[in-house]
């Protein structure tokens, strides 16, 4: 059962206009949420961050938002370049997970920014 | 060379071949990790070390073997391999293994078993 969902398998957006990428999970005991970024040929890269603390984050062009009783993410993207054609992967934390770090990840929304 | 480096990029093994996986990390980070994704499918966390101390292996089959001589070289041992165990393996570090880490991934390793 996937404790981690992306239910857009992909997006299509114009270049300048917002991308909104959505993620929602099950596990209450996740705590801390990332977004990672990848582009073929590579692996993830880490975009941003938020603490269940907290309900928006923002760096720059993207801003993550929480909504932890419908326990629910997105990631906007605004405005959207064609550099931002990518697979954006939701993951989650849990505290008290033990010493190790787990994360678990959704499927990944492909996001196509068009010109 | 920085970042996490992989090697090599792809691979073709026979189900009785026996290969390495390789990952170095030039980020002076202490906590290394092995990632499997197969297609349509969530990144699987398969084998965490923390200053050289395996702490969590997700319960994946004896014919992946993970070794970590030292906190910047990481490798996967492969040995009997099934074609379900195609897919990409990701390298990943971080500085610590708590939640403000983030992780730092290599380019994949890109399996494929026949």
């Known amino acids: 059962d996937q404790q981690v969902k992306q239910n857009s398998p992909s997006l299509s957006v114009q270049e300048g206009r917002i991308s909104i990428l959505n993620c929602d999970y099950t596990?209450?005991?996740?705590?801390?949420f990332l977004w990672y970024k990848k582009y073929p040929a590579e692996g993830p890269t880490f975009l941003i961050s938020?603490?269940?603390?907290?309900d928006k984050n923002e760096d720059g062009r993207f801003t993550v938002f929480l909504n932890k009783s419908a326990k629910h993410l997105s990631l906007h993207i605004v405005p959207s370049q064609p550099g931002d054609s990518a697979v954006y992967f939701c993951?989650?934390?849990?505290?008290?997970?033990?010493?190790?770090?787990?994360?678990?990840f959704g499927t990944g929304t492909r996001l196509q920014v068009t010109l | 060379e920085t970042g996490v480096t992989q090697t090599p990029r792809h691979l073709v093994m026979g189900m009785t071949n026996k290969k390495s996986l390789k990952c170095e990390q030039h980020?002076?980070?202490?906590?290394m990790y092995w990632y499997k994704q197969s297609a349509k499918k969530p990144l699987e966390l398969m084998f965490v070390?923390?200053?050289?101390?395996?702490?969590e292996n997700n319960s994946v089959p004896s014919r992946f073997s993970p070794e970590c001589p030292n906190s910047s070289h990481l490798f996967l041992h492969l040995h009997t391999l099934q074609p379900e165990d195609s897919a990409l393996y990701l390298c990943?570090?971080?500085?610590?293994?708590?939640?403000?880490?983030?992780?730092?991934f290599g380019n994949g390793t890109r399996l494929t078993v026949t």
């Open positions: 938020i603490s269940s603390i907290k």
């Open positions: 990943a570090s971080s500085q610590g293994v708590d939640r403000g880490s983030p992780l730092h």
């Open positions: 993951a989650a934390k849990a505290l008290n997970t033990g010493t190790a770090s787990k994360l678990t």
């Open positions: 070390y923390s200053l050289e101390e395996r702490v």
């Open positions: 596990n209450s005991m996740f705590d801390y």
């Open positions: 980020l002076g980070h202490n906590a």
